[in-house]
């Protein structure tokens, strides 16, 4: 995790780094990604993901009134 500290913009308090994970993946949690293009229907009634770029989502969340605010991580180029 990164030395970056935020503040709440809702409180004014400090908002703590973390991630979103989503465990519909046999059970094991996955890191959230966005990816770029729109996604179509797939054969079972799924989302078909497009094939674009996928970047990781960091989430920070306020610890004291739960607002949570996510970000696409920037690569390490720019």
Same mark, same amino acid.
Do not use: F, N
């Given at each position: 995790m990164?030395? =970056?500290t935020r503040t709440c913009p809702?409180?004014?308090k400090t908002m703590e780094q973390g991630l979103?994970?989503?465990h519909s993946h046999y059970g094991l949690p =996955?890191?959230?990604t966005w990816i770029a293009g729109e996604p179509r229907k797939g054969m079972l009634g799924g989302e078909k993901m497009p094939k674009g770029r996928e970047i990781k989502i960091t989430t920070w969340m306020?610890?004291?009134c739960g607002?949570?605010?996510s970000y696409a991580e920037r690569s390490?180029?720019?």
């Amino acid at each position: 995790m990164s030395s =970056v500290t935020r503040t709440c913009p809702k409180c004014s308090k400090t908002m703590e780094q973390g991630l979103l994970a989503d465990h519909s993946h046999y059970g094991l949690p =996955v890191r959230q990604t966005w990816i770029a293009g729109e996604p179509r229907k797939g054969m079972l009634g799924g989302e078909k993901m497009p094939k674009g770029r996928e970047i990781k989502i960091t989430t920070w969340m306020c610890g004291s009134c739960g607002y949570l605010e996510s970000y696409a991580e920037r690569s390490k180029s720019s």
